[in-house]
Each structure stands twice: as C-alpha cells, then as structure tokens.
C-alpha cells in the first residue's frame, strides 16, 4: 500500500498505460545515450548540455556517469561564474534527494559541490575589494553550513537512520568553516532524535561520543527509554555502554569503585522493577545477569542460571548465546 492505495501488479496495469511507460522508457534511455555520447566530446558547459543532463538526472539521479560528467565541467568554469553555477548545482541536488534520500552518488556530488563552494567563499572574503579574484558571494561559508544542517535536520526526522545523512553530517561538522559548538550541537541533535523516536541506533550513537555526560541524567533517560519500549535493542546498548564502557570499563569482570558499585546496584533495582511488570523482557533479563554476575553476590550464581534457562525459552534463537554465557566463568 502506498499513500492509501495498493499497488497494481504488471497484469492489472491498463495496456494504454503500459504503451505510455514503454514510450517513456524509450524517449528516457535515448536521452541517455546521448548525454554519454555528449561526454566524449563536450569540454564546457553549454546551455544544452546542461540542460540535457539535468533531464537525464531528473529521470534517474543515480547515473553516476552523469554526476562525474557534471562535475568536470563544473570544475573547467573559471571562479568569478562558478560560484552561481555550483549553487543552482545544489537545487538541482535537492531535486534529486526529494527523488532518493539513499544514494551514493547523489551523496558524493553533494559533498564536492558544497565543499567547492565553500572553499570559493572564504577565498572572496579573503581577497581583496576589487581584486580580480574577488567573486563576493552573498552569503558566507558558515551561512551555507547552517542551511544545510537545516537539511540535515529534516532529513534526520524523516530518517534518522540514513547513513548517507549521517556521514554527510559529519563533514560539515568537519569542516573549518564550520565555527559552532560541535558538542552543544550533538547534544540537542541526539536528544531530539531519541525522543521522536526511541529505536535510533545513530542517535544513541550519537550520544555516546559526547564529553562530559552526567551518567546519572542519562541512565535517568534511558529508563525512560526502557520503560517505554523494553525490548528495544538500541536503548539497551547504549545502557550496556553507560554502565560499562562509559566507567572505564571493558568488561564486567573488572574492578569497579565503591561509585561504580553504587550505579550498578542502582540501575539492577530498576531492571528488576521493570521486570515485575515485562516479566520476559529479554534485554531486561540479560542486563540482570550481567549485572549480578558483575556485583558477585552470594548466592547469585543459582539465580543467574535460571536466568539464562528462561532467556533460552523466550528467545530460542540465541539458545547458543545464552549457553555460552552459563558455560562462561
């Protein structure tokens, strides 16, 4: 189902139809085939063929040949033309990611073409009024930066597990021009993230690389988390990482601090009180092994085996992870 209607199967697609996208395909893959041929041949960025490889990326924006045939044609324009001619290069991008929000290509193009553009505005605001380089562009490189972050954004809320956004993401917040605060911006970015959408992997993620967290807030959020959507894997590894990897930690069997202990103790009561209410919770039931096998209480060893039975029935297919454990010193 697509916007409330379901999809045609071939053989209930009416032959006029069918006659009408043959056509398209044809007039498309001749299109096509004469960007190629243009590519052999075309040194400059012509009107026509600008034109023409615009329709052919309109048609499909992942003919890669296309992307590159573009961006050396972009790159033979000199400085005080390029500018303008790069940034209709990003309108037609954003043409093409409201197409596919997936696509390597499309991806790559993006990041030449703004990484061109920003290296063209700080030059102009180096060079010299009336310098012969000098091409002011109307807006700034850390202007350009914002907005798109400002696509980011919404690109993120959409999905905000597009790994093509998140690197992409991750170039800008790079980049010299870039003069925020990188840490303050992590932290909202992931935290609105988390909380349009508890199962976010990248923004847990995310999260973890920030300095300075207060463990306490977070583990505070994640139970939040937890008790929202308990068999959440993605909440539960970043509680894993808390509570381990962010103490110092790189396994459990290590020495903890009287403070370490104290966390641990803290966050097992909220899992055991969680599973009073989501009894077959697997994550809940495997953090409380891990947890009691980390404290080394008397008598715990009985309870942690129990523990991993019962994870063998609720989730049989990790029977062997499970045994693996029991069969762990």
Same mark, same amino acid.
């Given at each position: *189902?697509q916007?409330?209607r379901? #999809?045609?199967?071939?053989?209930?697609?009416?032959?006029?139809?069918k006659?009408l996208?043959?056509?398209k395909?044809a007039k498309?893959?001749k299109?096509m085939?004469?960007v190629?041929e243009?590519r052999? =041949?075309?040194k400059e960025?012509t009107?026509?063929?600008n %034109?023409?490889?615009?329709?052919?990326l309109q048609i499909?924006p992942?003919v890669a040949t296309i992307w590159?045939?573009r961006?050396?044609?972009l790159?033979?324009l000199?400085?005080?033309?390029? =500018?303008?001619?790069?940034k209709k290069?990003? %309108?037609?991008l954003? *043409?093409a990611?409201k197409l596919?929000t997936k696509?390597y290509c499309v /991806?790559?193009?993006r990041? @030449?073409v703004?990484?061109e553009?920003?290296?063209?505005?700080s030059?102009? !605001?180096d060079a010299p009024e009336g310098?012969?380089?000098?091409?002011?562009?109307?807006?700034?490189p850390e %202007?350009?930066?914002?907005s798109?972050l400002?696509?980011?954004?919404k690109l993120?809320?959409?999905?905000?597990?597009n790994?093509?956004? @998140?690197?992409?993401?991750?170039?800008?917040l790079?980049? $010299?021009?870039?003069k925020?605060d990188? =840490?303050?911006?992590?932290?909202?970015?992931s935290?609105?993230?988390?909380d349009?959408?508890?199962?976010?992997y990248? &923004? @847990?993620?995310l999260?973890?690389t920030?300095k300075d967290?207060?463990v306490?807030e977070?583990?505070?959020?994640?139970?939040q988390a937890y008790y929202t %959507?308990?068999?959440? !894997?993605s909440? /539960?590894q970043?509680?894993? /990482?808390? =509570?381990? &990897?962010? !103490?110092? #930690?790189?396994?459990?069997g290590?020495?903890y601090t009287?403070?370490q202990?104290?966390?641990?103790?803290e966050?097992?009561?909220?899992v055991e009180?969680?599973l009073?209410?989501?009894?077959?919770?697997?994550?809940?039931?495997l953090t409380?092994?891990?947890?009691?096998r980390?404290l080394d209480?008397e008598?715990?060893?009985?309870?942690?085996r129990?523990i991993f039975l019962k994870?063998?029935?609720?989730? $049989?297919?990790?029977r062997?992870f499970?045994?693996? @454990?029991?069969?762990?010193k």
């Amino acid at each position: *189902m697509q916007h409330g209607r379901r #999809k045609l199967s071939h053989g209930e697609i009416p032959s006029e139809q069918k006659a009408l996208d043959r056509e398209k395909a044809a007039k498309a893959l001749k299109l096509m085939h004469t960007v190629l041929e243009a590519r052999k =041949t075309c040194k400059e960025l012509t009107p026509e063929v600008n %034109e023409m490889t615009m329709k052919a990326l309109q048609i499909n924006p992942e003919v890669a040949t296309i992307w590159n045939f573009r961006c050396d044609l972009l790159s033979r324009l000199p400085p005080s033309t390029r =500018t303008g001619a790069l940034k209709k290069e990003l %309108e037609l991008l954003n *043409m093409a990611t409201k197409l596919i929000t997936k696509s390597y290509c499309v /991806w790559h193009q993006r990041t @030449w073409v703004v990484n061109e553009l920003l290296d063209l505005m700080s030059s102009a !605001q180096d060079a010299p009024e009336g310098g012969a380089t000098n091409d002011r562009a109307e807006q700034t490189p850390e %202007e350009l930066i914002a907005s798109e972050l400002g696509v980011i954004d919404k690109l993120l809320s959409y999905d905000g597990r597009n790994f093509h956004v @998140w690197n992409y993401r991750a170039f800008l917040l790079s980049h $010299p021009a870039y003069k925020g605060d990188k =840490t303050k911006l992590d932290r909202e970015t992931s935290q609105r993230l988390i909380d349009q959408n508890f199962s976010n992997y990248s &923004a @847990w993620h995310l999260r973890s690389t920030l300095k300075d967290l207060d463990v306490h807030e977070e583990l505070e959020l994640v139970r939040q988390a937890y008790y929202t %959507e308990p068999n959440d !894997q993605s909440v /539960w590894q970043y509680h894993n /990482w808390l =509570t381990i &990897a962010a !103490q110092g #930690k790189h396994k459990l069997g290590d020495e903890y601090t009287p403070e370490q202990v104290s966390i641990l103790k803290e966050e097992l009561a909220s899992v055991e009180e969680l599973l009073q209410v989501e009894p077959e919770a697997k994550y809940a039931l495997l953090t409380k092994a891990k947890f009691l096998r980390a404290l080394d209480r008397e008598g715990s060893r009985d309870e942690v085996r129990s523990i991993f039975l019962k994870l063998e029935e609720v989730d $049989p297919l990790r029977r062997g992870f499970y045994q693996d @454990w029991l069969e762990a010193k």
